[in-house]
């Protein structure tokens, strides 16, 4: 057993160096799939992980109105305490909003000195709870909060929260059908590859025969060879992004930090890896397969 299974690999690999082309071509094409397929699953990955961050981090803030007495005040403050979904509220007076205000205008401030009054109102700084974080959720939480009396207005980004959202399911359902398409191509760029051999092995495969050897035995090599060629293509995709990931890891980091507030980018991990090169394994295996499927009649 262990003979012939080193047999299969051998001839698997003279294969490989005997259609050098073919194979390099089968090889190429399915890099290129998945060089495609890990760049989308990576942009997916941090994506995902940059939505649930924002989700927890978001604020809600409640806005009162302007009337509101520090009884009204009061008042709100306890009926928002008791609500579940709030984890914890902070107070911002008028005073405290306007002088906010004037810093966020960074010296160009001399546009309120004209301004006889506070035109602010007091508002609340809420931190929901880490379990509501869909939009549905916080649309619901925004709705009981505009209930209390003393509630002019709550905001909590709900346009931006929901663009980001269907950009990114946009995002999947186009790595979805991408990718769905790259590997129908890789497959029959595979299975055409191993016919080719097939027809240029005609007469040796027939002496094979002649000579007692079985189906399975002639099957196996051009199998492994497919799977070979998954593997080395898959191999050939990591090393690119991996070296691609390592070319824009600081200054997309930095980026990121600077304007998104992740500081840290998800790339490939070696778990990853090896879910890769077994999908490219099977690839192979299943273009493979399609082809030697076919044996009996092209040898007929």
């Known amino acids: ?16 160096r005997a259609n ?4 390099v071509l089968a090889i190429s094409t399915i890099a290129l799939t998945f060089i495609i397929c890990i760049t989308f699953v990576v942009v997916l990955t941090n994506a995902a ?5 924002w989700a927890e981090r978001i604020q809600m803030i409640v806005y009162l109105k302007r009337t509101a007495t520090p009884s009204d005040v009061e008042r709100a403050r306890r009926l928002i305490e008791s609500l579940p979904e709030v984890r914890s509220l902070h107070f911002v007076s008028r005073d405290d909003a306007l002088q906010q205000f004037r810093m966020m205008l960074q010296g160009q401030d001399s546009i309120l000195e004209g301004l006889n009054e506070n035109p602010l109102g007091h508002s609340f ?23 209390i009396d003393a509630v002019d207005d709550v905001e909590y980004g709900r346009a931006w929260i929901e663009r980001f959202s269907a950009l990114f399911d946009i995002l999947k ?10 590997f129908l191509f ?22 094979m025969k002649l000579v007692g050897a079985t189906t399975a035995f002639i099957k ?3 199998c492994i060879e497919g799977m070979l060629q998954g593997i080395i293509g898959v191999a050939i995709a990591i090393l690119v992004v991996s070296l691609a990931g390592l070319a824009v890891r600081e200054p997309l980091q930095h980026l990121m930090a600077l304007y998104a507030g992740m500081h840290r980018l998800i790339f490939l991990d070696p778990l990853s890896c090896c879910a890769f090169l077994a999908l490219g394994a099977g690839l192979g295996l299943a273009g493979s397969l399609c082809a030697v499927g076919g044996l009996e009649e092209i040898h007929a």
């Open 1 to 16: 057993m262990f003979n012939k299974i080193l047999y299969c690999i051998k001839t698997a690999f003279r294969n490989m």
């Open 20 to 23: 050098f082309g073919l194979n």
């Open 49 to 53: 992980a940059l939505k649930t961050l």
């Open 125 to 147: 700084e809420l931190r929901l709870s880490p379990d509501i974080k869909d939009d549905e959720q916080m649309a619901a939480v925004a709705a009981t909060l505009k209930k």
């Open 173 to 182: 359902i186009t790595g979805i059908v991408l990718a769905g398409l790259l």
């Open 186 to 207: 890789s497959l029959l760029i595979v299975n055409n590859t191993l016919k080719l051999l097939l027809t240029s092995r005609r007469d040796e495969i027939e002496i």
């Open 220 to 222: 196996t090599p051009l």
